[in-house]
């Protein structure tokens, strides 16, 4: 359950352990705490014995002379520990405690994490939550007051925030900023959900280095959808391996990264890469309306730019509908016939100077189909880009839709620039930053039933996984399919022998045609354990004998299964988000081709559609070349069987592979379990 932060942002009693008005550093964040109290009207103690005053208010020798419960207890020094020990032995509460020393987690030493083990059962021992510790007071950094909804910032490095608070500047406004260090106890997850519930706040924008807590990330990322917060995020860490035990071709294809990536997705969490493209997201995701439409228009007065921004949003997969045939004999009438009004529209520079320029950007706006413009502004072109901004001015009040503004042109942004903020309009200084901020909004929570759907599983626990005891145990493939078919999934009837006699015998009984395999061996392909498509006794009798001389333990016979697409149905475990489905093309090649998606739990219907659809090999699910479509419905079945049996919490590692989907539904043809 998230922490209520109300008594951090607006406490009535602190005090500053450390506080200084001299010393660099420590009175800069004194004079901010004390500015803070001021402004809420709190009593504010400062704690120094080397100091009879700061800033005019007398000191207190130590933590113990205290004289009341505070709501928050700051701790500037390098003994925080030793400091609330004083202050539990003086009996002294506090509803939090913020720490700005270091040396604890961050150093990623047993001796790091012992301490802040250690901070955290002291900071508990007078009843208080913990931020921090390696964090600092930005968390009360003075903030405009300005008009419109706001963003409110979250910062795992604290000052990694700096560059979206700066949107301040042009004037958008900032609701809250959370520093939270290492974030030992309060996390993101605790100031997402409160910024979340916040009327004013219309956006959340953080940067991330990690998380501790899946189910907690869940239940914050759920608290967006049902508030129709979005939520934008820089996570670093792309290229940090898996932690996960790689037996399976599973364990290669899972990364921690692409887990956070399969999160982000299935919650509807905007991801992005650089903090300027951060903070004109969320700009954009403040200042404008939630789309009606899936559509993206690009409305430019430069047929290049009009082909620069169209080309790079169709790459970005943002829908780019031609325009409907009512909207471009309107348009027609007004442009002239050598430029283009499907979309993109390139209406030129010379009908922009007759003031044609509102009536063309609000029919684009008009069509149904659209739910935002893109406009490219060309800002090298003084007298054109004034008209350009002149229109852009006078159609946004009545717009009713999302307008997105490029500044193509010269760093120098002028009048003109300002003009596009004062009405209210994002300004977004390249082609990128546009096409994320369009990506946001028509990703907005608002506008996606789905989510609903995930959020509602979150709140009733029905993806949370039900932690089982017992040994690890490896269940190799006879016995990994059998366990397998207890539980509502379908393999090719198989049967093992111990000699080619037996595997000839067996073969009768199951029929031809049969794969022979060898048991006891990985990678069986690539040691040449496996035979296909065998038809004859002396067939089956000749390669059971050449699988045994290779190595194998015992022999496998089973039914060859043909036709169909070859897919890999797999379960890693991630540390943080525990058991991650994956799907994609299958067979031996599966690690070379890495065509995957992931998903987390809990999976939906939905989720399961959009991890199919965006394979490579889909078109090969559909149908390709005459033949006939699988059945989409039983493997989504499959899958859907499979995060269910994960959610059980016995599967630590799985691998269905290959698994066939076919016309007639889906077989597996080979497996690995791993249970703990």
């Keep these: 359950m998230a922490a209520d932060l109300t008594r951090f942002y607006r406490p009535r009693s602190m005090a500053i352990v450390g506080a200084h008005d001299t010393r660099s550093g420590l009175s800069g964040f004194t004079q901010q705490a004390l500015g803070v109290a001021r402004r809420v009207g709190a009593r504010f103690y400062p704690v120094n014995p080397k100091l009879e005053q700061v800033y005019g208010i007398d000191c207190l020798p130590d933590v113990a002379s205290v004289p009341e419960p505070v709501d928050v207890l700051c701790i500037f020094t390098g003994q925080p520990i030793e400091i609330l020990g004083q202050a539990a032995e003086a009996g002294l509460t506090a509803e939090f405690v913020m720490v700005f020393a270091s040396g604890f987690s961050e150093l990623q030493t047993a001796a790091g994490r012992e301490r802040e083990e250690r901070l955290v059962e002291a900071t508990r021992r007078i009843g208080a939550r913990l931020i921090g510790p390696n964090t600092n007071l930005n968390a009360w950094a003075p903030l405009a007051d300005l008009p419109g909804r706001k963003i409110a910032v979250i910062a795992q490095s604290g000052n990694q925030g700096r560059p979206?608070?700066?949107?301040?500047?042009?004037?958008?406004?900032?609701?809250?900023?959370?520093?939270?260090?290492?974030?030992?106890?309060?996390?993101?997850?605790?100031?997402?959900?409160?910024?979340?519930?916040?009327?004013?706040?219309?956006?959340?924008?953080?940067?991330?280095?990690?998380?501790?807590?899946?189910?907690?990330?869940?239940?914050?990322?759920?608290?967006?959808?049902?508030?129709?917060?979005?939520?934008?995020?820089?996570?670093?860490?792309?290229?940090?391996?898996?932690?996960?035990?790689?037996?399976?071709?599973?364990?290669?294809?899972?990364?921690?990264?692409?887990?956070?990536?399969?999160?982000?997705?299935?919650?509807?969490?905007?991801?992005?890469?650089?903090?300027?493209?951060?903070?004109?997201?969320?700009?954009?995701?403040?200042?404008?309306?939630?789309?009606?439409?899936?559509?993206?228009?690009?409305?430019?007065?430069?047929?290049g730019a009009a082909a620069h921004v169209a080309d790079l949003a169709a790459r970005a997969g943002l829908p780019i509908p031609r325009l409907s045939g009512p909207t471009q004999a309107a348009l027609r009438e007004i442009v002239p016939p050598e430029f283009r009004v499907d979309n993109p529209v390139d209406n030129g520079g010379p009908i922009?100077?007759?003031?044609?320029?509102?009536?063309?950007?609000?029919?684009?706006?008009?069509?149904?189909?659209?739910?935002?413009?893109?406009?490219?502004?060309?800002?090298?072109?003084?007298?054109?880009?004034?008209?350009?901004?002149?229109?852009?001015?006078?159609?946004?009040?009545?717009?009713?839709?999302?307008?997105?503004?490029?500044?193509?042109?010269?760093?120098?942004?002028?009048?003109?620039?300002?003009?596009?903020?004062?009405?209210?309009?994002?300004?977004?200084?390249?082609?990128?930053?546009?096409?994320?901020?369009?990506?946001?909004?028509?990703?907005?929570?608002?506008?996606?039933?789905?989510?609903?759907?995930?959020?509602?599983?979150?709140?009733?626990?029905?993806?949370?996984?039900?932690?089982?005891?017992?040994?690890?145990?490896?269940?190799?493939?006879?016995?990994?399919?059998?366990?397998?078919?207890?539980?509502?999934?379908?393999?090719?009837?198989?049967?093992?022998?111990?000699?080619?006699?037996?595997?000839?015998?067996?073969?009768?009984?199951?029929?031809?045609?049969?794969?022979?395999?060898?048991?006891?061996?990985?990678?069986?392909?690539?040691?040449?354990?496996?035979?296909?498509?065998?038809?004859?006794?002396?067939?089956?009798?000749?390669?059971?004998?050449?699988?045994?001389?290779?190595?194998?333990?015992?022999?496998l016979v089973a039914k060859h299964e043909s036709g169909g697409v070859e897919l890999l149905l797999g379960v890693s475990t991630d540390d943080v988000f525990g058991p991650v489905i994956v799907v994609g093309a299958g067979g031996v090649t599966a690690e070379a081709i890495r065509d995957v998606q992931r998903a987390v739990l809990p999976a939906t219907e939905a989720t399961v559609a959009r991890m199919l659809s965006r394979l490579r090999i889909a078109p090969l699910l559909d149908g390709w070349r005459g033949q006939p479509p699988v059945d989409k419905d039983a493997l989504t079945g499959t899958i859907l069987r499979l995060a269910d049996l994960c959610a059980q919490g016995e599967i630590a590692e799985l691998d269905i592979n290959p698994l066939l989907a076919r016309p007639d539904g889906v077989i597996g043809l080979d497996a690995l379990v791993r249970l703990g």
């Design 164 to 303: 979206v608070i700066q949107v301040e500047d042009v004037g958008v406004g900032i609701s809250y900023w959370a520093p939270t260090g290492n974030e030992a106890d309060l996390d993101f997850t605790d100031f997402t959900e409160m910024f979340c519930r916040d009327g004013n706040t219309a956006a959340v924008c953080a940067y991330l280095e990690g998380a501790k807590s899946g189910p907690r990330l869940r239940e914050a990322a759920a608290t967006a959808i049902e508030t129709g917060t979005p939520i934008s995020v820089v996570k670093v860490g792309r290229s940090a391996a898996g932690a996960a035990m790689a037996m399976s071709h599973t364990g290669h294809l899972v990364g921690s990264d692409e887990v956070y990536e399969a999160f982000f997705d299935q919650f509807g969490i905007n991801r992005v890469d650089e903090l300027d493209e951060l903070a004109e997201v969320g700009v954009a995701l403040a200042r404008c309306p939630v789309p009606e439409a899936d559509g993206v228009v690009v409305c430019s007065v430069s047929g």
């Design 352 to 555: 922009m100077f007759s003031g044609a320029g509102p009536r063309i950007w609000e029919a684009c706006l008009a069509d149904p189909g659209i739910g935002l413009m893109l406009c490219p502004v060309p800002a090298s072109s003084p007298k054109l880009t004034d008209t350009v901004i002149d229109t852009l001015v006078e159609v946004a009040p009545r717009a009713g839709k999302p307008i997105l503004p490029i500044w193509l042109g010269p760093y120098e942004y002028g009048e003109g620039y300002q003009r596009l903020w004062d009405a209210g309009l994002p300004v977004l200084r390249n082609i990128r930053n546009a096409l994320s901020a369009a990506r946001a909004l028509l990703g907005h929570p608002a506008r996606r039933p789905d989510l609903r759907q995930v959020a509602e599983l979150v709140r009733t626990g029905a993806g949370a996984v039900t932690r089982r005891g017992g040994p690890e145990r490896v269940l190799h493939e006879l016995e990994a399919m059998a366990w397998l078919e207890q539980r509502g999934f379908c393999f090719a009837r198989r049967l093992p022998a111990a000699s080619p006699e037996a595997a000839v015998k067996a073969a009768a009984e199951i029929g031809y045609p049969v794969v022979v395999k060898g048991t006891g061996v990985a990678h069986k392909s690539e040691g040449g354990l496996v035979a296909t498509n065998l038809r004859d006794d002396d067939d089956v009798q000749r390669a059971a004998a050449r699988v045994l001389g290779r190595g194998a333990g015992g022999l």
